[in-house]
């Protein structure tokens, strides 16, 4: 939901279908931005049932301007799903969804989860797994303020720090010495921070999975 979490989305998008379709396809894609400024003030205020209203306008205008497959994106605003899903008639496809799928075609049952302090600490995006078999594990409540630091004062204004890299890294660390079998980069910001070649075991960033997702299902 914030621009460079769009940004992603629009690239990652255009170059699926690109890479499905050849030549210089590129997608049928309608993009209705939200000020996240806004969205995140509400946000913080407990205002779910605004934010479900603004985006399920949003949903609308997208599904009325020709949209059959809507994603919302942002992992954290899935909180809303459900009601943003109900006021359209296309699919909204779940980022979870996604996600799950790919820990299935790679054999994982248990993964650990990094995304902001707010999906860490609420178990919406975590059930939403577990209903699909995933075994979820979150880092040390004692990192959640440094995850929510590199999200929102660094990665969402581009900025990609090694010291940051690093303190990310750490956090993964702990989490497979745990023994999980892969990590969820559960934020969209995080895939511009950590690279799967960084990690010894399989990095799911949730991106990569709903845009795949989303090609496949427009294109099918």
């Given at each position: 939901?914030?621009?460079?979490?769009?940004?992603?989305?629009?690239?990652?998008i255009?170059?699926?279908?690109?890479?499905?379709?050849?030549?210089?396809?590129?997608?049928?894609?309608?993009?209705?931005?939200?000020?996240?400024?806004?969205?995140?003030?509400?946000?913080?205020?407990?205002?779910?049932?605004r934010?479900?209203?603004?985006?399920?306008?949003?949903?609308?205008?997208?599904?009325?301007?020709?949209?059959?497959?809507?994603?919302?994106?942002?992992?954290?605003?899935?909180v809303?799903?459900?009601?943003?899903?109900?006021?359209?008639?296309?699919?909204?496809?779940?980022?979870?969804?996604?996600?799950?799928?790919?820990?299935e075609?790679?054999g994982?049952?248990?993964?650990?989860?990094?995304?902001?302090?707010?999906?860490?600490?609420?178990?919406?995006?975590?059930?939403?797994?577990?209903?699909d078999?995933?075994?979820?594990?979150?880092?040390?409540?004692?990192?959640?303020?440094?995850?929510?630091?590199?999200?929102?004062d660094?990665?969402?204004?581009?900025?990609?720090?090694?010291?940051?890299?690093?303190?990310?890294?750490?956090?993964?660390d702990?989490?497979?010495?745990?023994?999980?079998?892969?990590v969820?980069?559960?934020?969209?910001?995080?895939?511009?921070?950590?690279?799967?070649?960084d990690?010894?075991v399989?990095?799911?960033?949730?991106?990569?999975?709903?845009?795949?997702?989303?090609?496949?299902r427009?294109?099918?």
């Amino acid at each position: 939901m914030s621009w460079e979490s769009s940004a992603a989305y629009y690239e990652g998008i255009n170059k699926g279908v690109q890479a499905r379709l050849g030549g210089l396809s590129s997608a049928e894609l309608v993009l209705v931005s939200v000020d996240f400024g806004r969205m995140m003030a509400l946000l913080e205020a407990g205002e779910h049932d605004r934010i479900a209203a603004l985006l399920a306008d949003a949903a609308q205008r997208a599904e009325r301007a020709g949209a059959e497959v809507i994603l919302i994106c942002s992992t954290t605003f899935h909180v809303v799903h459900d009601q943003v899903a109900a006021a359209v008639s296309v699919p909204v496809l779940h980022q979870a969804d996604a996600l799950a799928e790919r820990c299935e075609s790679a054999g994982i049952t248990n993964v650990g989860f990094i995304g902001t302090a707010y999906t860490m600490q609420n178990d919406f995006f975590a059930q939403r797994l577990s209903a699909d078999g995933i075994d979820v594990a979150m880092p040390d409540e004692l990192h959640y303020d440094t995850v929510d630091s590199l999200i929102y004062d660094e990665l969402v204004f581009r900025k990609v720090n090694p010291s940051s890299r690093k303190r990310l890294l750490t956090i993964i660390d702990e989490l497979t010495d745990s023994g999980t079998q892969g990590v969820i980069l559960g934020a969209t910001e995080l895939s511009l921070l950590v690279r799967p070649e960084d990690v010894e075991v399989p990095v799911l960033d949730v991106i990569t999975a709903h845009v795949d997702a989303a090609v496949q299902r427009a294109l099918a």
